[in-house]
């Protein structure tokens, strides 16, 4: 066997031992949160809860969904809470072919993007639930009843998380674009009229359709699009200044 073929063996082998462990990570999580799948459905329920009629509840309409919408939530809980580690296997993997400079780089854009997601997941819990579950059965029609079933409230958590969940992660992908030299903070500023109303149909895409949630989404964008730019053309400078005085 070549020195190539046993190079690329090895980093076969490797990636299939970083893939194991994020797996293994995620299942032991599962395994934990298991004996209390239906207490923590409850406890991500209660925003919906919380504003429901007097004498209504949540409804299962399938026959297992009682045990699988609990079981699908740990399961996304337990790969949202696993992310740290995921994203370490990867960066271990990738990080013995960085130069130095790209690795000083790449840590604090991995770990800034980690905290961003939480922080995202934590805001549509913890401020659009609230508002938005107050909104949707005060416009149901009159003698309709507001008794969501549990799987298609699941299916609108995993979708708020993940979207408030990417879209704060806005200022790594502006921070990385202007640091690649791809554009400009001041390009970005200018076209800051066509980004805004690409915000607007982002969160009316990925949000249910009302307009408190789709605002909700939208703003933030928009802050976090700005302070990307900032943080941006902080950084350019910077690395333009390390230059220079490098060369003197």
Not at 41 to 48: D, E, S
Not at 156 to 177: H, N, Q, S, Y
Not at 217 to 239: D, H, Q, Y
Request: aromatic fraction near 12%.
């Amino acid at each position: 066997m070549s020195d190539q073929e046993q190079s690329l063996v090895s980093h076969l082998v490797e990636l299939r031992s970083r893939l194991l462990k994020a797996v293994f990570s995620v299942l032991i999580l599962v395994v934990i949160m298991f004996p209390f799948a239906g207490e923590i459905y409850t406890l991500i329920a209660k925003p919906v809860l919380d504003n429901l009629s007097q004498g209504t509840a949540m409804i299962a309409t399938g026959v297992l969904s009682p045990f699988l919408t609990p079981f699908k939530m740990i399961i996304i809980l337990a790969v949202i809470i696993s992310m740290p580690i995921i994203i370490y296997q990867i960066w271990a993997f990738v990080a013995p072919g960085l130069y130095k400079s790209e690795k000083r780089v790449a840590m604090p854009i991995l770990i800034s993007s980690i905290v961003l997601f939480y922080l995202g997941c934590a805001f549509a819990f913890f401020v659009v639930f609230p508002i938005l579950f107050v909104f949707l059965p005060g416009i149901a029609p009159e003698g309709v009843t507001y008794m969501p079933d549990i799987n298609s409230y699941l299916d609108i958590v995993v979708r708020l998380f993940f979207a408030f969940g990417l879209a704060f992660e806005i200022p790594v992908a502006v921070v990385i674009l202007i640091s690649l030299g791809v554009t400009s903070a001041e390009k970005l500023a200018n076209l800051r009229p066509f980004v805004i109303i690409g915000i607007l149909v982002v969160a009316m895409l990925l949000t249910p359709p009302d307009p408190s949630s789709q605002v909700l989404l939208a703003i933030p964008m928009w802050i976090l699009f700005e302070f990307g730019i900032m943080m941006g053309k902080f950084l350019r400078n910077r690395s333009q200044e390390q230059e220079k005085n490098s060369k003197e």
